[in-house]
Every structure is written in structure tokens, then in C-alpha cells.
């Protein structure tokens, strides 16, 4: 056993057993889950892409924060209504896109966007800054429904878990009564209500709606951590019970939570979209995606690209979200081990070891 | 048991009770019903407001107006089950008696082939952990979850079901299509079996021939213009319908399962005639599940015919073979009436329709027809709700089962030298069922809540469309109507599903001594 242990320090790899002593070696829980969320390759490019497209919609249009007034590098605002051009179109169909991402020496036109890479919608405006506008909803909503619905699901599970009793009782039949309402039903009672307060006054509502899976597994997490050691040390060394909540047992309970709020996030762009695919989300004049294509689904025989292009941000930014989740979870899942490779165990075996 | 149910039942209706109250008051806060009329001008409105004010309550406010609503609903002690009108004066109740089939119908085959096909992916996703097989079909998995279900209807629509209306005018299918299509099926068979490097070629070379030789025929035959099966293909895929049943079942090894089922093959066959003269005399919904309760009576005589000793699985195989012959025959009998159904004047030789539940102006006197129509309809919208709901039973099969491979009763079952198909489906498939049991049976009552965006984008008129009412004209007696159907069926899901769960497992116990 001691010749082994030695043999992995010299070897980088020697037996299935040293791989997995060599991962909790002096490393902090930190360090663990971030090791393994870098593992998964699926995750990692999901949260490339992900932060590639906040950064490209977020910076394509003119945005206005309280004083603070940034201009946007896309010409067109989401408002604009310039003349719909048919240059270049087929069959004399009016405002085609002029994306072109095939470059000419591969037999394509050019790269480049032109003048409206996404087309134009019947009335002229601008498609891209249209999509970009959605895109923007559509992500702030997700980032409010999850902070709002991460928040309060904590909150009332980590008090019902820690404090038990009657508190626990009341907290928790009040969370089964909100989480037998389907959740369309109700995002489309807040949503037709309040659509029209804006997007954020919409995610806010939504959000209240949102936390109840989330506070159930906190619950669960507090009961199992609270009768734990440690809670035990804290308290015999005087701790009250905020601390005790906050600065031991929450840090324990974070990979739960932070892997609910993932998956609230990435049920809350479909919640949002097909609110407003319903009619019961975003209103005109504001855009969202799934206003987008609810908008012109009748024209997809004939102008296909009012259709795809919002369905490809749904589908892109849903998907990285729903990777981000499954990496994360891999990654606080302390039963994960790092699999061994065939590649690494042929290699094992060859070197003698077993 | 009588009082565990007693306490459940009990704690349900506490839970459908606050539930009901919060949506009811929610949602009388938040919209005014008389809202469009009182800035009319029309010297009708005052009028109108007065009669649904009487007629709604809505002089009543809204905590109290819920106790009058729940006083209705207690009628259903007394049998005379009461939701309060809707605005135009109708029954909420009749209203929901026409919704309700119509969901139901929409929604039940797509559950049974997501959760048989997500099982099935799932299962064999776990069994190749790590593969190529299983990175795609998590990514697939991942990819359906991410899918607007509004946006996928309206890709099939259009390449589904305009570009098959198409292809039908001239079905012959192009080079390049049978081309691919081979080689995808050669590498998804070639991925599912897996094994040695020979071996996967083997079978990757075999399935893309058998493949492009299915496909060339089916092209050069016009199948898909004329389709049919007759008794000689009914029979040919009843032979491979036994050994797959059998071999899934049972395994290959027990002879009597074997043989059952190869009988049931034939007598398939030998009944091919005579089940097409009952067709023909009296067709109906009524014969069919007569004919079904006697496919499977005859399945289970023969079963217990051919097993010597252990019945019960052999008459399970052969009644799952003869079951799924029965399938095919009926299948048969609609493709016979294919050609006069998709020529006739309703149809026009478009067959697949993109929206409606049914078509009204065909002949509705004719069983085989409106059955196939029903069937055309219900294409798009199952494979709709297939493709979004099958994605997580794969994820929940495949995670199930690889937790259960690692257990130690497996290793023993390896062990102690059971073949690898014992192994996995009575040791390890079993065990995955019981918690899977439960993520389907609460599954189905979401599915209900999923399906009213379904509704709305391919034109069916059930709960949905209710909904959709009673949300856009404040009508809360129509939404609540809405509310506790899909919520009673989702609190009941969930007892339903911890019954289930201790019946399956003998460890869970739900009656303390």
C-alpha cells in the first residue's frame, strides 16, 4: 500500500486507486468543484458560448442605465423602420437576410452581415436588432426569475429546514399549495396581468412563483446538515443562529442551490417564451423571442428567416444553460469521480500495474 | 390502509383547498371581468355589467366569492358537482366534459411512446456509458429539453407534414436520401449493440445493406403511395416480432417461450382472412377491443399450453408477441384503406393535415375512416410532445440504471454466472423501475399543464383552449374549472405514485404496523 502511494507521486497515473487519492489531495472543496466542472467539455463550451452571446446581444444596441447612455455598434435601433429593400432577394421577396457566413474562397459569397443580416420583418424594421432585442428580454428575465426565485426558495427552505416545528409545517404545506398550480397556469395569470408593467416588473412576478422545487431541497439539505458536528461545535462556541445559517450550513448546502438555480433558469427562458408565444408574456411594443415567433409563424413558407433566427437563440442559450446545469451538478456530486479513460487504464496495464 | 388512504385523502384536499384558494384570489386581483364594458358607450353595457354581476358573484368579494365557487364543488358529495357558469351563461362543468377527452386523447399515446422510447434509449445510453452512443444521446436529450415546443410544431409542419403531402405525389424516394438514411441506421445499430471492433462493423455493414434494401424496395414499389402489409409481410415481421420478444422476455435459451411465440406468429397468419371478414362485417371500436381481449386470452392458452413447468413468463412473452401481432394486423386493415381515404374529396390526396383534431367533411359513417383520420391528425402533435417529453426519461432511465449497476446484488448476479440479459433486465431494469414509476406518474400531470401550448399551435380544441378563454376574458369560473382538474389529477398523480412505489418494493412500507 505505502509503495503504491510513493509510486503515484513518480508516476502521473499508476492504478485506478491512487487516480481517485490523488483528486483529494490537499485540494479545498473550491478547487475540487471547479476541477471537475473544467472536466466537463460540454460545460465549459456551454459557458463560452454562453457568455459570448450576453456579451454580443448586450453590446449590439443602444442601452440606457440611469445616467449612463452606451451606444451599441449596430446601427439600427430595435424602433427603426427603414425601407424594406428586396436587393438580391429570390423571387422578388422583400427584406431577405444578407448574412453571408460562408467566406468566398469556400465557394461563398463574401463574409460579412450587410445591410440586415437577419432580413427584415413586413413593416421594414431591422430583424437583427429585433432578435438582439428579444435575446436581451429573454435573458434578463432568465437572470431575474432565477435571483428571485433562488432567493426566496433559500430563504424559506434553509428557515424551515433549520427551525423545524411549526414554522417547518406552515412553510412547507404553504409550498405545496403553490407547487400543485402547474406553473403555466399561473406564469399565465401573473404574465397577462403584469405583461404590460415590463419585462422586469414581469420576471419579478414570475420569479415569486418560481422557487418552490428549490425550497424543498434546501429543506432537505438544512435537515440532514443541522444535525451535523460542526453545527454542534458552532453552537457550543456561541454562534447564534444567523451565523449558524449563513456561515456554516449555507456554504455546505450551495451546490444544491446553486444547481436548482440552473435548472429554474433554464425553465424560466422556456416559461418566458412560451408565455409570450401564448400571448400572456412580453407585449408589443417591447419584443421577446417567443413574441418573435409568435409573431410570424404564418410566414415561414415564405420567409423562413422571421422564424429561425429566434429559435436559434432559444435553442442556443436553453441548451448552454442546461450544460452549465448538468457540469455543475457533476461537479458538487461528490460520488463523481473522474472517470478513467480506456486510454489511461490500456496505459496502466502495460506499465504493470493493476 | 384504509386509514393511511383516509389521512392522504385527507391532506389532499387541504393542499387542493389552498391551492385553489391562492389561484382564485390571484387571479380576481389581478384582472377586472367587467373591465372592457365600463368605458363603453353602448347603452347595452350597463345592462350587461348588472346581469354578470348577478350572475358571477362579482359584488361578492373575491375571498368570500371563493367559498361560493367551493360550495359548488362540494356538490361532488352529493352528486351534482357544480363550477359556476361561464360568462356566456354556459356550465363550466359541460365545458370540461367535451376538453377533457380531447386532452386526454392528445396527450396518452405520446406519453406511452416517450416513456417506452426514453426507457429504451436510456437503458442502452447506461449500458454503453462513456460511448460515443451515449454523448449523443445526452446531447439529444439536452437539445429536446431546449426545444420550444411551439417552435419544433412548426418545423414538422412544414417539413413533415407539407413535405410528406409532397413526396406522396411522386413516392419514390431520392438516391441521397436512401444513401444516408443507411449509413445512420448502419452506425445507430452498429452504436446500440456495440462490442468488439469486428463485430460493430459487422453489424454496421448489415444494418446500412438491410436498411438501403428496405428503402429501395419501398421506393421502387411506391409503398408509401399504396401501403400494406398482407398476411406474408404480417407473418414475416410476426417471426421477428417472437424472437425480439422472446429474446428481450425471457431469453432465447427458454424453448417453450420461443415456441409460444412463434405460434402466435402463425396463428396470426392462419386468422389473417378471417379477422379481414370481421373487419369488414362489423368494424367498430367495440369489435376491437373485443378482438384484443381475445388475441390476448388465446396468447395466454397457448403460453400455458407449451410451458411445462414456470407459466407465467412464457404466457407473458406470448402474450406481448400477440398483442403486438394484433397491432399489425389492425394497422393493416387502415393502410387498406388508405388509397380511398386519401383520394376521397375531404382529403385530396394531402393526408397528412397540419392543424384540427379531425376533418369534418369526411363521410363519418365509415369506422376505418375515421379512425385513419384521427390517426393522420394525431401525427404531428405526438411526435410534437414525444420528442420534448422523451428527452428526460432518458436522462432518468440512464441515470436510474447506472446507479443500480453499481449496486452490489448486481455484482453478485454477475457473479454467480446469470448471462449478461438476466443480469441487466431482471436484476438491474426491475430495480431502475420503481423510482422511474414515480417520475412518470407525477410526469403525466405536467404533461397535461404542457399541453395547452400544444393545443393552441396545432388548433385542438381541449383544455387549452378553454384556458386561453378564460384567461384573455377574465373568466374565473372557466380558469378555475381548468385549475383543479389539472390539479386534482396532479395531487392524485402524486398518491398514486407513492402507492405504486410501495407496492413495487417491498422495502417501503406505507402502513406502519
Given at each position: 500500500m505505502f509503495g503504491r502511494k510513493r509510486k503515484s507521486v513518480e508516476q502521473d497515473i499508476a492504478t485506478p486507486v491512487d487516480i481517485s487519492t490523488k483528486e483529494v489531495e490537499g485540494l479545498s472543496q473550491g478547487q475540487l468543484v471547479r476541477r471537475r466542472f473544467f472536466r466537463h467539455r460540454g460545460a465549459v463550451i456551454s459557458m463560452i458560448i454562453l457568455s459570448a452571446v450576453i456579451i454580443f446581444v448586450f453590446s449590439a444596441l443602444d442601452e440606457k442605465l440611469g445616467p449612463f447612455k452606451y451606444h451599441g455598434w449596430w446601427k439600427y435601433k430595435f424602433t427603426d423602420q427603414p425601407d424594406l429593400s428586396g436587393a438580391g432577394c429570390p423571387n422578388g421577396i422583400l427584406g431577405c437576410p444578407t448574412l453571408h457566413v460562408i467566406p468566398s474562397f469556400l465557394g461563398g459569397k463574401h463574409f460579412g452581415m450587410g445591410e440586415h443580416p437577419f432580413g427584415q420583418d413586413d413593416i421594414g424594421r431591422d430583424y437583427f436588432s429585433l432578435v438582439m432585442r428579444g435575446a436581451q428580454r429573454s435573458l434578463l428575465v432568465m437572470f431575474i426569475i432565477g435571483a428571485v426565485g433562488g432567493i426566496i426558495g433559500t430563504v424559506i427552505g434553509a428557515i424551515s429546514g433549520f427551525y423545524r416545528g411549526w414554522i417547518d409545517a406552515v412553510l412547507m404545506r404553504f409550498t405545496d399549495f403553490i407547487i400543485t398550480i402547474p406553473t403555466i397556469i399561473i406564469g399565465s395569470v401573473v404574465g397577462y396581468h403584469f405583461g404590460n408593467l415590463g419585462v422586469t416588473f414581469l420576471a419579478f412576478y414570475l420569479g415569486l412563483f418560481a422557487w418552490t422545487g428549490l425550497s424543498r431541497l434546501v429543506r432537505g439539505e438544512f435537515l440532514t446538515l443541522r444535525e451535523r458536528e460542526f453545527v454542534d461545535a458552532a453552537r457550543v462556541a456561541g454562534a447564534g443562529d444567523r451565523r449558524i445559517i449563513f456561515k456554516h450550513i449555507l456554504p455546505n448546502a450551495m451546490g444544491v442551490i446553486i444547481v436548482s438555480v440552473t435548472l429554474i433558469m433554464s425553465g424560466a427562458i422556456l416559461l418566458e417564451t412560451a408565455l409570450s408565444y401564448l400571448g400572456f408574456g412580453v407585449v408589443a411594443p417591447d419584443v421577446s423571442l417567443g413574441l418573435l415567433i409568435s409573431n410570424y409563424q404564418d410566414s415561414f413558407t415564405t420567409r423562413p428567416w422571421l422564424f429561425w433566427y429566434p429559435g436559434l437563440f432559444i435553442v442556443m442559450i436553453a441548451l448552454s444553460v442546461n450544460f452549465i446545469g448538468d457540469g455543475l451538478r457533476d461537479a458538487f456530486d461528490p460520488r463523481q469521480r473522474r472517470r478513467i479513460s480506456r486510454k489511461e487504464r490500456s496505459a496502466n496495464s502495460k506499465s504493470g500495474g493493476n | 390502509m384504509i386509514a393511511y388512504l383516509g389521512r392522504r385523502f385527507s391532506v389532499l384536499l387541504v393542499i387542493l383547498f389552498g391551492s385553489s384558494f391562492i389561484l382564485y384570489n390571484l387571479a380576481a386581483v389581478s384582472g377586472d371581468p367587467l373591465e372592457g364594458l365600463r368605458g363603453s358607450l353602448d347603452p347595452k353595457a350597463k345592462a350587461t355589467m348588472a346581469s354578470l354581476t348577478r350572475n358571477l358573484n362579482l359584488n361578492v368579494p373575491p375571498p368570500a366569492r371563493y367559498f361560493i365557487w367551493l360550495k359548488g364543488i362540494f356538490g361532488v358529495f352529493t352528486g351534482h358537482i357544480n363550477f359556476g357558469n361561464t360568462r356566456t351563461g354556459e356550465a363550466v362543468t359541460t365545458d370540461l366534459s367535451h376538453a377533457i377527452p380531447t386532452t386526454i386523447r392528445l396527450i396518452l399515446m405520446a406519453t406511452v411512446?416517450?416513456?417506452?422510447?426514453?426507457?429504451?434509449?436510456?437503458?442502452?445510453?447506461?449500458?454503453?456509458?462513456?460511448?460515443?452512443?451515449?454523448?449523443?444521446?445526452?446531447?439529444?436529450?439536452?437539445?429536446?429539453?431546449?426545444?420550444?415546443?411551439?417552435?419544433?410544431?412548426?418545423?414538422?409542419?412544414?417539413?413533415?407534414?407539407?413535405?410528406?403531402?409532397?413526396?406522396?405525389?411522386?413516392?419514390?424516394?431520392?438516391?441521397?436520401?436512401?444513401?444516408?438514411?443507411?449509413?445512420?441506421?448502419?452506425?445507430?445499430?452498429?452504436?446500440?449493440?456495440?462490442?468488439?471492433?469486428?463485430?460493430?462493423?459487422?453489424?454496421?455493414?448489415?444494418?446500412?445493406?438491410?436498411?438501403?434494401?428496405?428503402?429501395?424496395?419501398?421506393?421502387?414499389?411506391?409503398?408509401?403511395?399504396?401501403?400494406?402489409?398482407?398476411?406474408?409481410?404480417?407473418?414475416?415481421?410476426?417471426?421477428?416480432?417472437?424472437?425480439?420478444?422472446?429474446?428481450?422476455?425471457?431469453?432465447?435459451?427458454?424453448?417453450?417461450?420461443?415456441?409460444?411465440?412463434?405460434?402466435?406468429?402463425?396463428?396470426?397468419?392462419?386468422?389473417?382472412?378471417?379477422?379481414?371478414?370481421?373487419?369488414?362485417?362489423?368494424?367498430?371500436?367495440?369489435?376491437?377491443?373485443?378482438?384484443?381481449?381475445?388475441?390476448?386470452?388465446?396468447?395466454?392458452?397457448?403460453?400455458?399450453?407449451?410451458?411445462?413447468?414456470?407459466?407465467?413468463?412464457?404466457?407473458?412473452?406470448?402474450?406481448?408477441?400477440?398483442?403486438?401481432?394484433?397491432?399489425?394486423?389492425?394497422?393493416?386493415?387502415?393502410?387498406?384503406?388508405?388509397?380511398?381515404?386519401?383520394?376521397?374529396?375531404?382529403?385530396?390526396?394531402?393526408?397528412?393535415?397540419?392543424?384540427?383534431?379531425?376533418?369534418?367533411?369526411?363521410?363519418?359513417?365509415?369506422?376505418?375512416?375515421?379512425?385513419?383520420?384521427?390517426?393522420?391528425?394525431?401525427?404531428?402533435?405526438?411526435?410534437?410532445?414525444?420528442?420534448?417529453?422523451?428527452?428526460?426519461?432518458?436522462?432518468?432511465?440512464?441515470?436510474?440504471?447506472?446507479?443500480?449497476?453499481?449496486?452490489?446484488?448486481?455484482?453478485?448476479?454477475?457473479?454467480?454466472?446469470?448471462?449478461?440479459?438476466?443480469?441487466?433486465?431482471?436484476?438491474?431494469?426491475?430495480?431502475?423501475?420503481?423510482?422511474?414509476?414515480?417520475?412518470?406518474?407525477?410526469?403525466?400531470?405536467?404533461?397535461?399543464?404542457?399541453?395547452?401550448?400544444?393545443?393552441?399551435?396545432?388548433?385542438?380544441?381541449?383544455?387549452?383552449?378553454?384556458?386561453?378563454?378564460?384567461?384573455?376574458?377574465?373568466?374565473?369560473?372557466?380558469?378555475?374549472?381548468?385549475?383543479?382538474?389539472?390539479?386534482?389529477?396532479?395531487?392524485?398523480?402524486?398518491?398514486?405514485?407513492?402507492?405504486?412505489?410501495?407496492?413495487?418494493?417491498?422495502?417501503?412500507?406505507?402502513?406502519?404496523?
Open positions: - | 411512446i416517450a416513456i417506452v422510447l426514453g426507457i429504451a434509449f436510456g437503458i442502452v445510453s447506461a449500458l454503453r456509458q462513456y460511448s460515443r452512443f451515449d454523448y449523443a444521446m445526452t446531447f439529444v436529450a439536452f437539445l429536446m429539453y431546449s426545444l420550444p415546443i411551439f417552435w419544433v410544431a412548426v418545423l414538422l409542419k412544414q417539413y413533415l407534414a407539407i413535405g410528406f403531402n409532397n413526396f406522396l405525389e411522386k413516392p419514390t424516394i431520392p438516391l441521397p436520401v436512401i444513401i444516408v438514411s443507411s449509413l445512420i441506421s448502419g452506425l445507430f445499430w452498429g452504436a446500440v449493440i456495440g462490442g468488439e471492433r469486428r463485430k460493430v462493423q459487422m453489424i454496421f455493414a448489415s444494418a446500412t445493406l438491410v436498411t438501403a434494401a428496405m428503402t429501395t424496395f419501398l421506393s421502387v414499389t411506391k409503398w408509401f403511395g399504396d401501403p400494406g402489409l398482407g398476411p406474408i409481410m404480417i407473418f414475416g415481421l410476426g417471426v421477428g416480432i417472437a424472437f425480439t420478444v422472446t429474446f428481450i422476455s425471457t431469453g432465447l435459451t427458454n424453448r417453450p417461450a420461443l415456441k409460444a411465440s412463434l405460434a402466435m406468429a402463425v396463428i396470426g397468419l392462419a386468422l389473417y382472412y378471417p379477422n379481414q371478414w370481421l373487419f369488414k362485417k362489423h368494424s367498430g371500436t367495440g369489435l376491437i377491443i373485443l378482438m384484443a381481449v381475445a388475441t390476448l386470452l388465446i396468447a395466454a392458452l397457448v403460453g400455458r399450453g407449451f410451458a411445462k413447468i414456470d407459466r407465467r413468463p412464457v404466457m407473458r412473452t406470448s402474450m406481448i408477441t400477440a398483442f403486438l401481432i394484433g397491432i399489425l394486423t389492425f394497422a393493416d386493415r387502415l393502410m387498406q384503406n388508405w388509397i380511398p381515404y386519401s383520394s376521397s374529396d375531404a382529403i385530396n390526396g394531402r393526408p397528412v393535415p397540419t392543424i384540427g383534431e379531425a376533418n369534418t367533411l369526411l363521410d363519418s359513417g365509415n369506422y376505418w375512416f375515421t379512425t385513419l383520420d384521427t390517426v393522420m391528425h394525431l401525427l404531428l402533435p405526438t411526435i410534437a410532445l414525444t420528442l420534448i417529453s422523451f428527452a428526460a426519461y432518458i436522462r432518468y432511465s440512464r441515470g436510474t440504471l447506472l446507479e443500480v449497476l453499481n449496486q452490489d446484488y448486481i455484482r453478485t448476479a454477475r457473479a454467480k454466472g446469470l448471462t449478461e440479459r438476466t443480469v441487466i433486465m431482471r436484476h438491474a431494469f426491475r430495480n431502475t423501475l420503481i423510482p422511474l414509476t414515480t417520475i412518470i406518474v407525477v410526469d403525466f400531470a405536467s404533461i397535461i399543464g404542457g399541453a395547452i401550448i400544444t393545443e393552441r399551435v396545432f388548433g385542438w380544441r381541449g383544455m387549452g383552449t378553454l384556458f386561453n378563454t378564460a384567461i384573455t376574458s377574465f373568466d374565473l369560473n372557466l380558469l378555475m374549472g381548468v385549475f383543479f382538474v389539472t390539479s386534482s389529477l396532479a395531487v392524485l398523480a402524486n398518491l398514486a405514485a407513492d402507492l405504486l412505489y410501495s407496492a413495487l418494493d417491498p422495502r417501503i412500507r406505507v402502513v406502519g404496523k
